[in-house]
């Protein structure tokens, strides 16, 4: 168990629809990254936040937002669904911001029909 | 374009040996890598990092060698059991934040 929990685990939505999902980061730990792993682009980064502050961003689309919480917490919304969108979601988090020693969480599993 | 690849998607070793995992990376600017392991229906696992101000880390029974000359990382499991049995990823942090670029991953396979 990395310490860093994913709430759901699964999803299953329809196209046009939104939903989000949620991660709690290890005790302790100020960084928040989201990722996103599908079968044909692995897995890619899409943003991080640090102590509540954005502090890099990847490829996300501008359909996905998310945001850190004064608690630490992060929820990454996804709207607008396609079924392109169906992956595996997972929430790493780290001590500093600097993407070093990430721990992973046990992902969402998104499935768009 | 930025990438970091694996020079072998499938890797089929017998117990007891040991494996080699290799990695190449294309920005010479990176300065820390990781190795994940992946198993089925989980996130990545933390293996071992290493930042390019080393060539060889050790861990529990896992070494990373980390060749700057050539940009090859490569991650060697030693007595492989079945348990190591995963997909294995090589990734990069290219000193941009905490954004970590990741390769596409080999599948180890250890036949008992």
């Known amino acids: 168990d990395s310490g860093v929990t994913q709430t759901p685990k699964h999803l299953i939505t329809a196209t046009g629809q939104r939903v989000t999902l949620r991660c709690s980061p290890r005790?302790?730990?100020?960084?928040v990254y989201w990722y996103q792993q599908s079968l044909d682009q692995g897995l890619q980064f899409l943003i991080q936040?640090?102590?509540?502050?954005?502090?890099a961003k990847g490829n996300i689309l501008e359909r996905f937002s998310a945001q850190q919480f004064p608690d630490l917490h992060s929820e990454l919304n996804l709207s607008s669904l396609e079924l392109g969108d169906s992956a595996l979601y997972f929430c790493?988090?780290?001590?500093?911001?600097?993407?070093?020693?990430?721990?992973f969480g046990q992902g969402t599993r998104l499935t768009v029909v | 374009g930025e990438s970091v690849g694996l020079h072998l998607p499938t890797l089929s070793v017998q117990e007891g040996d040991n494996s080699i995992i290799n990695c190449a990376y294309s920005?010479?600017?990176?300065?820390?890598f990781i190795w994940y392991k992946q198993e089925s229906g989980k996130g990545p696992q933390f293996i071992i990092d290493?930042?390019?101000?080393?060539d060889k880390r050790q861990g529990q029974r896992v070494t990373v060698l980390l060749n700057k000359t050539v940009k090859h990382l490569s991650l060697q499991i030693a007595a492989t059991q079945p348990g190591d049995s995963a997909v294995y990823f090589c990734?990069?942090?290219?000193?941009?934040?905490?954004?970590?670029?990741f390769g596409q991953g080999t599948e180890l396979s250890v036949k008992p």
């Open positions: 005790s302790g730990d100020l960084s």
């Open positions: 936040y640090y102590n509540g502050e954005e502090r």
């Open positions: 790493a988090s780290s001590v500093g911001g600097d993407g070093t020693e990430a721990f």
């Open positions: 990734a990069e942090n290219r000193a941009q934040g905490g954004k970590l670029i």
């Open positions: 290493i930042r390019s101000n080393m």
């Open positions: 920005n010479s600017a990176s300065d820390y």
